[in-house]
């Protein structure tokens, strides 16, 4: 036996290709007694893989008749038997016979049927189609052709009768006016409180000249608001685009560059981090005086032809593109949803980003049916308890989520707390048969369904009924749902058969208009089918149909990725990996799961000739520009790519690779305490590596927010207290082993708020900004110095109502002079820490001490509020925080309430001294502090040098170094980062990137002293 591959040459007439095949197996017949397994040496073929396993064999002597004889055989039942999941046989004669022997386990009966068919039909046509092209010999017979348009037919869609989904929910606001809509944990708006309260943010839109078509940028934090804004923006006939906050900043603003809005609603914070211009943002808080009645303001009417929201998914050619979704589209999406499920929903639990397409659903299949939408607080689905309890309080009926998400909710969460779920519903990335499995075994009653569907298919286009998916065979992407029609083809644009691979072309009512300002490849990527006036979009999905019509799941035929639901294209990680001065070259691929690990996103870089390269380095630069679920999670180091002969990457040859292990930072000690020890054996039970140490961040070992919920639920196992966001704050076992031992030493101390570092005098005081950055001061500044950490009242220590910014200067200073006589070297302060630490510098020098350098950490906004320096007498320094006065956010009275009774509550805990719950805690301290700081009034403390580091913001640099100067008297020095307030805190790249900047200008003010 000599397996030969076969390869078909463009442009190559079938009877070409016999007669070459015909050559080559001539020229090999000198090697045909060559072993099988020299040949699988020499293939290419990795080793533990079969050679082949099928075959096809031509009996090419004929059957000869023979004389029986005087010998005969009785009770003789012939036997064939084959070695290879399938042979098919070939016999020549007056009538050709056709044979088949298969695996029954691997193959079903009606399946290898229809193979000899197309098999037969194909031997049919081959005398006729010698002189065309062999890409264009016939398998189909008309039967099964006419099969698969049937199965690729959706249900006719019923009861569209309106134009849009605001006329849907126009009718549920007409008929339930105080029928609950949208809840959230502040509060609830009924219908009618829905319509109304949107309809303040059409009338100020159409107020600043927003017209039909215009697009409008929605940059909110997670919350009713948001919905509210989506509904606002298409009542005033605009189309909203749904934006991220937690996105860098660059990539946000690259995204409103794109799509030009004519305006953009976004807050105070969202405002500065990514300095919008003021006369294009409108603010929430700015609409309680907007509305003066029912219609003050005409809104336009809506035909289905327009746009309703631009959705911006990863880009092939590096950059996010956007999808444009019709009214048309969004209705017949959201009437499908009602047709094909049976139940719609009493209480939808919205868990998607609102910037991810799985949003859509969750918001309009609930308002147009007469439901109620939840959206869950921030990151609630990093704690399976939170959340099993949110649905317990709630008692919500329908929610759709990750499949890994949803298997680790029924995996952990307490299956009494799931009981009022009716409907699962999952999407995002393919399922696995234990989901459905689990969910039998533990919740009989709850139905579970996977949807597929692009988002240029306005979210979903097929979908299962999975509840009774079978074991061990991975559940099929189901049937085209009401209004679609779906085309399986090769690249010739031909169907395939039945069982064969190919890319799913999706049409139908919910098939989006395009991409925005992407002509070229919105009609690459949308077309017309020669034999169909019906408009399609290739997915690029490969896909199969089952014996039974389903549609299967088998992959992608480019390099677009599926990663925890979010669709990425690889070019895009490239493009930006290859910005980086340091890299030449770039590749990205998705490493396959298996053996208990999870897929990860892997880069491979060729370094620039003479610049030094550190994985940290490129991680940095990517963080700046993706979001979290587009960083890779490991980088690799080549001389050079492997490529294919056309010039491309060789994905394949590069997954062979192995990227640079990532050695901990490990520290001088391996896991001591009881907490550590536990810590580093979850990690590495649920990272799947061998070895965990103190150092060793927990993303970089390949851990993200689906990991980061496993941990907490074996960390709470273990008796452990553990937070999902502590784990994304503090990604290292020494990190959360220390905030653990500030946190019980605080809780033994109330009074003291000192965390020291060193016993000796501390060369750095900073005054709040958190354990994290105190550490990373520490690392950075070496042995030699030391660190003080003075804690926001937040974590620790006793806080009057009363309080002012002076009076929080004396009670650190006192803490510091009882344990050193000298100021230290730099004071440091961080939010209204830096006003703190100002005032702790006068102090210092009226008691003839004086602090060599002041450094202000991302300080209140004060400048445009400064006073002429020409007249100074004294500057009131007013901050952003007025603008986060729980008195002036908001209209949910509900909202208001809990934070008022929490201050209060936390000011009788204060004066009593008794213990106060955390959430009370930090609304009570947030409050004390902006009184504090709406009451300060700065006195000059002359000769102080200072630097300030900012974020971006409005008039930060100049004006805001001009009025430190007037107050100090000498040079100050400013410096800008891509960070919003939090971030300079929270984020690990920019932390890394001001305390790397502060070292630098140290070591050069001492050589500078030493000179």
């Known amino acids: 036996t000599l397996p030969i591959r076969i390869q078909l040459h463009a442009g190559e007439t079938l009877g070409e290709l016999i007669e070459r095949v015909h050559r080559d197996l001539l020229d090999l017949r000198r090697l045909e007694h060559t072993p099988l397994g020299d040949v699988a040496r020499c293939s290419g073929v990795p080793a533990g893989r079969a050679l082949f396993d099928s075959v096809l064999v031509i009996e090419n002597h004929p ?49 290898m049927r229809r193979l000899l068919d197309q098999f037969a039909y194909a031997l049919e046509h081959v005398s006729d189609g010698l002189q065309s092209p062999a890409t264009d010999l016939p398998v189909l017979p008309a039967k099964e052709q006419q099969l698969l348009l049937q199965w690729g037919l959706g249900p006719e869609l019923l009861g569209v009768q309106q134009a849009t989904v605001l006329d849907q929910i126009a009718v549920q606001v007409r008929q339930n006016p105080k029928q609950p809509a949208l809840i959230v944990e502040t509060g609830r708006l009924s219908y009618g409180e829905l319509w109304e309260r949107s309809q303040r943010y059409a009338e100020a839109l159409v107020t600043r000249q927003v017209r039909p078509g215009d697009r409008v940028a929605i940059v909110l934090e997670r919350g009713g608001e948001y919905v509210l804004a989506m509904l606002g923006v298409l009542r005033a006939g605009a189309c909203y685009v749904p934006l991220d906050p937690s996105y860098p900043v660059q990539r946000i603003q690259a995204m409103l560059q794109d799509c030009k809005p004519a305006q953009i609603i976004a807050e105070e914070p969202q405002i500065q981090r990514l300095g919008l211009e003021q006369e294009r943002v409108l603010p929430p808080a700015t609409l309680s005086l907007a509305h003066s009645g029912p219609e003050a303001v005409p809104l336009p009417e809506l035909q289905g032809q327009d746009l309703a929201y631009l959705m911006y998914t990863s880009g092939s050619t590096g950059k996010p593109k956007a999808v444009m979704v019709s009214h048309e589209n969004l209705l017949a999406s959201t009437m499908a949803r009602e047709q094909f499920y049976a139940e719609a929903p009493d209480l939808f639990l919205l868990l998607s980003s609102f910037a991810f397409d799985s949003s859509v659903a969750g918001i309009y299949w609930p308002l147009t049916c007469g439901g109620a939408l939840l959206v869950s607080p921030m990151a609630l689905e990093q704690d399976m308890l939170a959340l099993a309890n949110l649905i317990e309080r709630y008692k919500v009926s329908h929610t759709l989520c990750l499949p890994a998400l949803a298997e680790l909710l029924i995996e952990l969460a307490p ?64 049937y085209p749902i009401p209004g679609a029609v779906l085309r399986v083809l090769d690249p010739q644009q031909r169907p395939v058969p039945i069982g064969a691979d190919g890319e799913l072309w999706v049409g139908g009512t919910g098939v989006a208009a395009g991409y925005f300002a992407q002509p070229d490849i919105s009609a690459r990527s949308f077309q017309t089918l020669d034999h169909s006036q019906t408009r399609f979009y290739r997915t690029g999905d490969l896909v199969r149909y089952s014996e039974h019509g389903a549609l299967l799941f088998k992959g992608r035929q480019d390099s677009q990725i599926k990663l925890r639901g979010h669709r990425i294209e690889l070019n895009e990680i490239e493009a930006v990996l290859r910005s980086h001065e340091a890299v030449q070259e770039a590749a990205a691929l998705l490493s396959p799961a298996g053996q208990g690990k999870p897929p990860q996103l892997l880069a491979f870089l060729v370094p620039a000739a003479g610049i030094s390269l550190t994985d940290q380095m490129i991680l940095e630069h990517c963080r700046e520009q993706l979001p979290r679920h587009m960083v890779p999670a490991r980088i690799g180091l080549c001389e050079h790519l492997p490529r294919l002969p056309n010039g491309k990457v060789d994905r394949k040859a590069l997954s062979l690779l192995q990227p640079m292990e990532r050695p901990g930072a490990g520290g001088d000690r391996e896991p001591g305490t009881r907490f550590e020890r536990a810590m580093a054996d979850i990690w590495q039970r649920v990272l799947a590596v061998e070895q965990v140490g103190l150092d060793d961040d927990f993303f970089a070992l390949g851990g993200d927010s689906l990991k980061s919920i496993r941990i907490v639920a074996l960390a ?250 007037t107050l100090l008297d000498a040079e100050v020095e400013s410096y800008e980062f891509q960070a919003s307030h939090t971030e300079f805190v929270r984020r690990p790249e920019t932390i890394s990137a001001w305390t790397r900047h502060l070292k630098a200008l140290l070591s050069d003010r001492e050589d500078k002293n030493r000179k």
């Open 716 to 965: 709470r196992a273990r008796e452990l207290n553990l937070a999902p966001s502590e784990i994304f704050e503090y990604p290292t076992i020494r990190e959360l082993a220390a905030v653990r031992e500030h946190r019980a030493t605080t809780s033994r101390q109330p009074e003291a708020a000192v965390l020291e570092h060193s016993l000796a005098g501390a060369t750095l005081c900073l005054v709040h900004g958190g354990h994290r950055v105190a550490t990373q001061l520490q690392e950075l500044l070496g042995d030699g110095r030391s660190v003080r950490l003075l804690s926001d009242h937040r974590d620790a220590g006793a806080l009057l109502p009363g309080a002012t910014v002076q009076s929080m200067a004396r009670e650190y200073l006192a803490q510091i002079n009882a344990v050193q006589t000298n100021p230290p070297s730099v004071l440091a302060g961080y939010s209204i820490g830096a006003p703190v630490a100002f005032e702790m510098a006068r102090l210092w020098q009226k008691q003839g001490a004086s602090v060599p350098l002041l450094l202000l950490l991302d300080p209140p906004d004060e400048a445009r509020y400064m006073r002429s320096a020409a007249g100074f007498a004294g500057a009131r320094i007013k901050t952003e925080a007025h603008r986060n006065d729980p008195r002036q956010q908001g209209n949910a009275s509900v909202g208001r309430v809990r934070r008022t009774f929490r201050q209060l509550l936390g000011a009788l805990c204060s004066w009593l001294r008794l213990p106060m719950p955390l959430s009370v805690r930090h609304s009570y301290v947030g409050w004390v502090y902006h009184r504090a700081l709406r009451r300060y009034e700065a006195t000059p403390c002359e000769g102080v040098p200072a630097i300030i580091y900012h974020g971006r913001g409005v008039a930060r640099d100049s004006a805001g170094r001009m009025l430190w100067e």
């Open 415 to 478: 299956a009494q707390k799931l009981k009022s779920l009716r409907t699962l519903v999952v999407a995002g990335e393919a399922v696995g048969w234990q989901l459905p499995e689990r969910v039998r075994n533990t919740l009989p009653l709850l139905r579970v369904c996977n949807e597929y569907g692009p988002t240029e298919a306005t979210v979903w286009c097929t979908m299962a009924d999975i509840t009774a998916a079978p074991k061990g065979v991975a559940p099929a992407i189901g």
């Open 63 to 111: 059957e000869l008749g023979c004389d029986e004889g005087k010998l005969r055989f009785r009770n003789f039942d012939p036997m064939d038997q084959s070695d290879f999941a399938l042979s098919i046989f070939v016999m020549p004669g007056a009538s050709s016979k056709l044979l088949a022997l298969y695996d029954p386990a691997r193959f079903e009966p009606a399946a």
